[in-house]
Each structure stands twice: as structure tokens, then as C-alpha cells.
């Protein structure tokens, strides 16, 4: 028998678009990082952010949007902005009751993310 993997341990689709939506309310609400967000659409952000996470942690959905590296560049993201966007992370993610684990996972996927985010 296979471990589930974490897309089905986040709870599929569904619940991770509405841990996107509580990530992405966050960052607007962030002082630090909601200049990045302003102007964007809601919606078109929910759901590649969406679709990078399932694809990213098992699930079937395909990933339509840009790679990090051509995502951030030009945009000289901070250290603090970078860290500013994780705690959002994580607190969506505990108020939402996801399991330790998952906590950490999704953070080192994170953190494995930042060298084509941070100064590009």
C-alpha cells in the first residue's frame, strides 16, 4: 500500500484552493509584501497559485503558469519579503488545521523555492 501523497493529505483541490485564498488574503492584508499584490487579479492569482500547489505536492492538475525564476525576475524581492510571505503561509496554514507535517513540508518546498525568488 502507497503513502498518500500530499496533495490527498492537504485534502485535494478544493481544500488547498481555499488555503490559497486564505494565503493570498493575507499577503494583501501584509504590509510588507501587499504593494507586490496590488492591482492583481484575485481570482487569476487564486488559481495559478492553486494549480502550482497541486501539481507541486501529487496532484493531477497541470501547471499552466510561469517558472519561479521568469515569475520574480526584475521584481528584486527582499529577504524580508520573501520571509513576510511564509509566515503568511504558515499562519493560513494553522489556522486551517493542517497537520504538522504538512506544515513542514509545504515550508520546505518553500524555503527550496527561494533562490529564484529572492534578488532576482
Known amino acids: 500500500m502507497t503513502e498518500p ?5 492537504l485534502g ?5 484552493r481555499t488555503l490559497a485564498t486564505a494565503i493570498f488574503d493575507k499577503h494583501m492584508r501584509n504590509a510588507v509584501v501587499s504593494n507586490r499584490y496590488m492591482g492583481s487579479d484575485r481570482d487569476d492569482v487564486i488559481r495559478i497559485v492553486t494549480e502550482f500547489l497541486c501539481s507541486g505536492t ?17 521584481m528584486n524581492v527582499s529577504e ?4 513576510a510571505v511564509l509566515d503568511d503561509i504558515v499562519e493560513a496554514l ?27
Open 5 to 9: 501523497t500530499l496533495y490527498e493529505r
Open 12 to 16: 485535494g483541490e478544493n481544500r488547498i
Open 58 to 74: 501529487g496532484g493531477p492538475q497541470a501547471y499552466t503558469g510561469r517558472d519561479m525564476l521568469t515569475t520574480h525576475r526584475g
Open 80 to 83: 524580508e519579503e520573501f520571509v
Open 94 to 120: 494553522n489556522e486551517h488545521g493542517v497537520g504538522q507535517r504538512e506544515r513542514e513540508e509545504l515550508l520546505m518546498i518553500s524555503w527550496s523555492l527561494k533562490p529564484q525568488i529572492v534578488r532576482q
